[in-house]
């Protein structure tokens, strides 16, 4: 059995092949951009009005101001504001030359081509050109993952097309004799096949491409069968089931006829202890034990950083703290523990959970507490740090 941190630093270190492609800007969203991102413009492109009004300058204290031009958005200015002159524009509008504030039309009143002023305020409303994006800014790093806002970046400073990395094809391949699909009738000693869905769900959840997934008997040679035709077309396959002490527990030996090199087999964590990675060439195996929890925790420890890491992205998950609504005491302590919480302005409370077969517990969730090896309490009001789910 081996450490989190040294089943982490495995992973880490295992080699992977990064590939790229241009995507449309409609694709963008989740993927990992492979490319810096340097404006070739300045945002805003030219000084732009903040609201509806008249533009002037700045300091003229004069009574009654002519209105010599109105300009929409969209439209380039064709006077220079003089003293005495304004600009009636719109919000957007170019501020035209000359001009250095806008006054909102709440404060105006127009009459016979002329603006008075009917009160007074501070605020320029003029956003300078280029005071947001200067040209040749770097406005995106290459590794981050694109999120609504990045996408609006792209669009703002002119992309189209993005270089992106490839999504690792992934492969689900559930294993168990008593696991069936759901919608079919189960007998007595059957249980409906969840992890095909939930793995699927986060393999689809990390960015990662799911070529497929498919459920299988304990039998070796069907197995055997069933990971080479997800290895002829995927670059990971997860393999649910069969990783434990059992007799039927045929995935490590099946991985290791089949020329993998398994780089560990065991982890000091709860659920999830039963942990394979195997790799071979630029392929790779993770076999997760079949119990629900688990197969889902293992994934959001190992699976789902490894994935973002064929994708060029260094995962940092996000650590939320509270305090323990209450107290948490447990006997063994060789495993870090990972149990389900609910986090809830900055309080964390512990969810009625009965062990690793428990999804049901995961739906009311929302994070992942982990008690570290070695610790035999979390006292009550103990200031913790959570994992979101
Ligand atoms: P295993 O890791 O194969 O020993 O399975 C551990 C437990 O998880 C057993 O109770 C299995 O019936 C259950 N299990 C295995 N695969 C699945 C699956 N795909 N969906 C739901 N439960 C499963
Ligand atoms: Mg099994």
């Not at 699927?200 to 299988?216: F, H, N, P």
């Not at 077309?233 to 990783?243: A, F, M």
């Not at 090199?261 to 039963?274: R, T």
Request: hydrophobic share 35%; net charge positive.
């Amino acid at each position: 059995m081996i450490l989190f941190k040294d089943a982490q630093k495995i992973l880490d270190d295992t080699p992977v092949k990064t590939e790229t492609e241009m995507v449309g800007l409609d694709k963008v969203l989740g993927r990992i951009l492979a490319q810096d991102v340097i404006s070739t413009i300045n945002m805003p492109p030219f000084n732009k009005s903040a609201m509806d009004g008249y533009a002037l300058i700045s300091g003229d204290k004069s009574e009654r101001f002519e209105i010599i031009e109105t300009i929409p958005a969209g439209k380039v200015p064709q006077k220079k504001v003089r003293k005495g002159e304004c600009a009636k524009v719109m919000t957007g509008g170019i501020v035209p030359e000359g001009a250095d504030r806008v006054i909102k039309t709440e404060l105006t009143v127009e009459k016979g081509g002329f603006m008075t002023m009917t009160g007074e305020e501070t605020n320029k409303n003029v956003c300078t050109a280029g005071e947001d994006i200067q040209k040749g800014d770097r406005v995106l790093d290459k590794g981050i993952r694109i999120r609504p806002q990045e996408a609006g970046v792209l669009a703002s400073v002119g992309l189209a097309r993005v270089k992106v990395y490839q999504k690792p094809r992934v492969g689900v391949l559930s294993t168990g004799t008593e696991i069936v699909s759901p919608g079919k009738n189960i007998n007595p000693s059957q249980i409906y096949d969840s992890n095909s869905y939930s793995l699927s769900a986060q393999v689809l959840r990390s960015g990662a491409e799911l070529s497929g997934y498919k459920m299988v008997r304990d039998k070796p040679d069907k197995i055997r069968k069933a990971v080479s035709d997800f290895l002829s077309q995927c670059d990971v396959l997860i393999i649910s089931g069969g990783v434990s002490m059992g007799d039927y527990d045929y995935v490590p030996s099946v991985l290791k006829k089949l020329g993998f090199k398994l780089h560990f087999e065991k982890v000091a964590i709860k659920p999830g202890k039963p942990t394979v990675f195997a790799s071979k060439g630029y392929q790779y195996v993770f076999g997760v034990p079949g119990n629900p929890v688990s197969s889902f925790v293992v994934f959001e420890l190992f699976v789902r950083p490894f994935f973002l890491r064929m994708m060029g992205h260094k995962y940092e998950p996000l650590w939320i703290s509270g305090l323990l609504e209450k107290g948490i005491q447990r006997r063994k302590t060789h495993r870090d523990s990972y149990i389900p919480v609910e986090h809830k302005k900055g309080s964390i409370k512990t969810l009625p959970y009965h062990g690793s077969a428990h999804i049901h517990a995961l739906t009311k969730a929302n994070a992942l507490l982990c008690i570290p090896r070695g610790e035999k309490e979390f006292k009550t009001g103990k200031k913790v740090h959570v994992r979101p789910i």
